[in-house]
């Protein structure tokens, strides 16, 4: 192991602060020096000698900071997984090496509250509320689980997650993905089908539920679509805590309203934060959170742990993992 390297921390707002600043720090300090990142104080400066720099979410960088560290950072580590909001194409011109943190890091949660919504969505979380409060009992008549069909829309480590979660209630899982599933995945997770993209019309249309897993990418964005969403079944709902955008949330909020499907459990949105006077917000059939899924202690603590393991690489002179620009 080397001496160490100087690392630049771009950290989050206050917030945020806890857990994510802590185990950052935590996990980088005994093994290289860390700086943190004054905007009141000059740019250069804080960039001189830097080696790398954990960037919270890919949303603190800006092109000026990417002029200044070319040519002298070796890695600009992203603490978050999705990297939609950060300009890659300009780092990568700066020939800066970029990395984020792998889904695998916040799948356990993401599978977790995916989880959540269908429980919630299954036993008509709103209109039972309403029933408690109103002093009336056996109302409303809610969902069983068993035997119904939950469609995953991507099979990476966060819908490996839910998956798993699933088992207990004896659903029927379908899933498709770009890559081939092996058998013994698939006996694990208890698939009874895995397709393609191609049979992605085939699963929506028959699905219960479906939950969507995918990145978001120019590919993917809307990939639920007002026809998309037309296929689904009058009793389905609509699982997603990926990224906003691959919803068509105009279309979704119409079919939601019409009463052509049956519900849909939200953690991510088109625009973030969603308006609190959203229509979304105030539909029975929706149950929503705040792009919550993933922010969890295990989360920060293990995307902490992946970003030092990374900067050992670097200081070692190893290529970084999870390299986002290649």
Same mark, same amino acid.
């Given at each position: 192991?080397?001496?160490? $390297?100087?690392?630049?921390?771009?950290? *989050?707002?206050?917030?945020?602060?806890?857990?994510?600043?802590?185990?950052?720090?935590?996990?980088?300090?005994?093994?290289?020096?860390?700086?943190? =990142?004054?905007?009141?104080?000059?740019?250069?400066?804080?960039?001189?000698?830097?080696?790398?720099? %954990?960037? !919270?979410?890919?949303?603190?960088?800006?092109?000026?900071?990417?002029?200044?560290?070319?040519?002298?950072?070796?890695?600009?580590?992203?603490?978050?997984?999705? !990297?939609?909001? =950060?300009? %890659?194409? #300009?780092?990568?011109?700066?020939?800066?090496?970029?990395?984020?943190?792998?889904? #695998?890091?916040?799948?356990?949660?993401?599978?977790?509250?995916?989880?959540?919504?269908?429980?919630?969505?299954?036993r008509r979380w709103h209109e039972s509320q309403v029933e408690l409060r109103e002093g009336r009992l056996y109302n409303p008549v809610c969902m069983e689980l068993e035997g119904l069909r939950l469609g995953l829309i991507g099979f990476g480590a966060s819908a490996r997650e839910f998956?798993?979660?699933?088992? *207990?209630?004896?659903?029927?899982?379908?899933?498709?993905?770009?890559?081939?599933?092996?058998?013994?995945?698939?006996?694990?997770?208890?698939?009874? =089908?895995?397709?393609?993209?191609?049979?992605?019309?085939?699963?929506?249309?028959?699905?219960? #539920?479906?939950?969507?897993?995918?990145?978001?990418?120019?590919?993917?964005?809307?990939?639920?679509? &007002?026809?998309?969403?037309?296929?689904?079944?009058?009793? &389905?709902?609509?699982?997603?805590?990926?990224?906003? &955008?691959?919803?068509?949330?105009?279309?979704?909020?119409?079919?939601?309203?019409?009463?052509?499907?049956?519900?849909?459990?939200?953690?991510?949105?088109?625009?973030?934060?969603?308006?609190?006077?959203?229509?979304?917000?105030?539909? *029975?059939? $929706?149950?929503?959170?705040?792009?919550?899924?993933?922010?969890?202690?295990?989360?920060?603590?293990?995307? &902490?742990? =992946?970003?030092?393991?990374?900067?050992?690489?670097?200081?070692?002179?190893?290529?970084?993992?999870?390299? $986002?620009?290649?």
């Amino acid at each position: 192991m080397s001496d160490g $390297v100087r690392v630049l921390f771009l950290p *989050p707002g206050p917030s945020q602060m806890k857990p994510w600043f802590n185990h950052v720090v935590n996990s980088i300090n005994p093994r290289h020096h860390l700086q943190i =990142f004054d905007s009141t104080q000059e740019l250069k400066t804080q960039f001189q000698d830097v080696d790398a720099v %954990i960037d !919270f979410g890919g949303k603190l960088g800006t092109h000026e900071m990417a002029d200044i560290a070319a040519g002298r950072v070796r890695l600009w580590q992203i603490l978050g997984t999705g !990297f939609d909001h =950060f300009d %890659i194409s #300009y780092w990568k011109s700066k020939q800066i090496p970029v990395a984020n943190c792998p889904g #695998y890091l916040s799948a356990p949660p993401l599978g977790d509250c995916a989880l959540m919504f269908l429980l919630m969505l299954s036993r008509r979380w709103h209109e039972s509320q309403v029933e408690l409060r109103e002093g009336r009992l056996y109302n409303p008549v809610c969902m069983e689980l068993e035997g119904l069909r939950l469609g995953l829309i991507g099979f990476g480590a966060s819908a490996r997650e839910f998956a798993l979660k699933v088992r *207990p209630f004896r659903m029927r899982v379908s899933a498709i993905d770009i890559r081939e599933v092996s058998r013994e995945e698939q006996e694990e997770c208890g698939l009874e =089908f895995v397709g393609t993209p191609a049979d992605m019309d085939r699963i929506v249309a028959e699905s219960d #539920y479906i939950s969507i897993h995918l990145h978001l990418n120019c590919e993917s964005r809307h990939t639920m679509d &007002a026809r998309r969403i037309g296929l689904m079944k009058s009793s &389905a709902f609509l699982i997603n805590v990926a990224r906003g &955008a691959l919803v068509d949330e105009s279309a979704l909020l119409t079919a939601l309203q019409q009463g052509r499907i049956a519900g849909a459990g939200l953690d991510v949105f088109t625009q973030e934060p969603i308006s609190p006077d959203s229509p979304l917000l105030k539909l *029975p059939n $929706v149950v929503a959170t705040p792009h919550i899924a993933g922010i969890t202690d295990g989360t920060s603590r293990r995307r &902490a742990e =992946f970003a030092a393991a990374n900067i050992d690489r670097v200081a070692n002179g190893l290529e970084p993992l999870a390299r $986002v620009d290649l």
